[in-house]
């Protein structure tokens, strides 16, 4: 199993969902669509929330005046790597509140770019992907010639 596939298995299932099985003859992003991105969005961000909250409470608890300078220093370290987790994260929910305001618009399922549907296996895998894979390849080739 890939990571991508583990990732979306976990998405779906921290939101308590199957992957979306479309019906024969059915409308792009009609309300079932929405409503299981939305169920899947909202649940992701109650995670966050979740963890950020439980990052400020393990920090609260765990902080220590150690004596010893490599038990301070290990302390610190992990801190603050836990502190870029949560800011990694922190935007994340940016990014997920702006797509939940898509679903509201209907823009939602549509490339940024070329306007083409991203399709419903890439948005259960990425729910905040506002870029056609074809389109989203182009720019990472683009970011690769430019050196970033």
């Known amino acids: ?3 991508t596939t583990k990732a ?9 969902v199957s992957p979306y099985k479309e019906k024969k003859g059915e409308e792009y992003m009609n309300e079932n669509q929405i409503a299981h991105f939305r169920k899947i969005l909202e649940a992701w961000h109650t995670q966050i929330v979740d963890e950020a909250s ?32 949560r800011d990694r994260e922190r935007k994340l929910m940016k990014k997920i509140e ?8 209907e823009d939602f399922g549509y490339c940024d ?7 419903i296996r890439r948005l ?8 056609c894979i074809d389109c989203k390849t182009l720019a ?5 010639q430019m050196g970033f």
């Open 1 to 3: 199993m890939t990571n």
């Open 8 to 16: 979306t298995l976990s998405l779906l299932a921290l939101a308590g």
């Open 54 to 85: 439980r990052t400020v409470s393990h920090m609260q608890d765990e902080a220590a005046n150690f004596p010893d300078p490599a038990d301070r220093a290990t302390q610190e370290e992990e801190f603050s790597l836990e502190l870029r987790a």
């Open 98 to 105: 702006s797509t939940l305001k898509k679903l509201d618009t």
């Open 113 to 119: 770019s070329c306007g083409v549907e991203i399709g």
């Open 124 to 131: 259960e895998a990425r729910p905040t992907a506002d870029l």
């Open 140 to 144: 990472e080739v683009r970011e690769k």
